[in-house]
């Protein structure tokens, strides 16, 4: 099992930049694809970024690339979300999240087993 611990979120102004982190207990967390979601006040929970095992290969949204960023450290089990140039829009519960096989669609929410409490971002115009 697999328990996860996001970190970095707070208030910053339109432009700023933030760093995520997500914190994972266990010895097999280099086993994991890892995956940003967000959820905004009254919309649905959607994918942000993903990444390999490895990290060898991301994946991204279509309306956060070019300005997030995600990496991991399997050393110390532990994935990031660089995020640069910050919207308004990009306000939202990020949430980090473990899937033991390689997401058949990296967007779907039920193919991931494991999910963090979430870190509160919100970027003010």
């Known amino acids: 099992q697999v328990q996860l611990v996001e970190s970095g979120g707070g208030l910053v102004q339109a432009g700023g930049s933030l760093r995520l982190s997500c914190a994972a207990s266990?010895?097999?967390?280099?086993?994991?694809?890892m995956a940003w979601f967000r959820q905004a006040p009254g919309k649905e929970r959607e994918f942000v970024a993903g990444?390999?095992?490895?990290?060898?290969?991301?994946y991204y949204a279509d309306s956060v690339k070019g300005r997030f960023t995600i990496s991991r450290d399997n050393a110390k089990n532990t994935v990031y979300l660089q995020k640069n140039n910050l919207k308004p829009e990009d306000t939202a519960v990020y949430y980090c999240?473990?899937?033991?096989?390689?997401?058949?669609?990296?967007?779907?929410?039920?193919?991931?087993?494991?999910w963090g409490q979430g870190t509160q971002v919100t970027v003010s115009s």
């Open positions: 999240a473990a899937s033991l096989a390689i997401p058949a669609n990296w967007e779907r929410i039920n193919d991931y087993e494991y």
């Open positions: 990444i390999t095992t490895s990290g060898a290969r991301t």
């Open positions: 266990g010895r097999t967390f280099s086993r994991y694809a």
